[in-house]
Structures are given as C-alpha cells and as structure tokens.
C-alpha cells in the first residue's frame, strides 16, 4: 500500500515538476528531484535497476540545470 502511494506521488510531482518548468518556474526543478528519488524508491522496491539509473540520471541532470539557471539569474 505505501508503495503505491509512492508511486503516485512520484508521478503526480513529475508532472508537476514538468508544468513548473514548460512556465520557466526554477521550483519545478526541485519538485523534479523529490519525484526522482520517490521513484528510485519504488525502482530498488521492484529491482528495476536501470529505472534506477535513469532516475539518478535525471536528478543529477536537474540539479545541473538549478546551478545554470541560478547563474544565468546573476
């Protein structure tokens, strides 16, 4: 049960995440992060390790893109 929670709040917040971004809201890329690591959460639940992977990825990716973003913002 608390996994599927997970799950769905995983996604929720990636959508979120995604809409935050399409308005150029840096916030979006934060909620990005929290539904990565909800989502490597239940990826290492059901040892889907390249989901895992892909998850990492995109939460390193999002987190070079506040740093661009915070510059940019100078």
Known sequence: MIYA???WLGAILGL????AISYKKIYGMY???VSDILLIIIAQHN????????YVAFAVIN????RYWSKTRE
Not at 16 to 19: H, K, N
Not at 47 to 53: D, Q, T
């Open 5 to 7: 929670i997970i799950e």
């Open 16 to 19: 979120i995440g995604s809409l």
């Open 31 to 33: 909620v990005f992060i």
């Open 47 to 54: 040892r889907l390790y390249g989901m895992i992977f892909l």
């Open 63 to 66: 987190v070079i893109g506040i």
